[in-house]
């Protein structure tokens, strides 16, 4: 089962994106406190969809704290160029 729970601050604003009349999509990131004696972070980029994308956009600003639940995706990518 893949599902995860972290809780953080918005690193960013939420973008909201619209296709079509009742398709939308919002973005973020997270940051999420790792538990250590150094102030370091780890940032997660969160895309919500539909009705709850538009709660997000309407209610959501950068530095708040909020707690996500979700299915995680990691992706690797390589540059051409090395």
């Not at 599902?3 to 398709?23: H, M, P, Q, W, Y």
């Not at 940032?43 to 995680?72: H, N, S, T």
């Amino acid at each position: 089962m893949n599902t995860v729970i972290l809780t953080g601050n918005l690193a960013s604003d939420v973008e909201l994106r619209e296709f079509g009349e009742d398709k939308r999509l919002a973005t973020f990131r997270l940051a999420v406190d790792r538990p250590s004696k150094t102030d370091e972070a780890d940032f997660f980029r969160i895309a919500v969809w539909d009705q709850q994308a538009q709660l997000c956009a309407d209610y959501l600003a950068k530095g708040g704290k909020i707690g996500v639940e979700g299915r995680l995706r990691y992706r690797t990518w390589e540059d051409g160029d090395e």
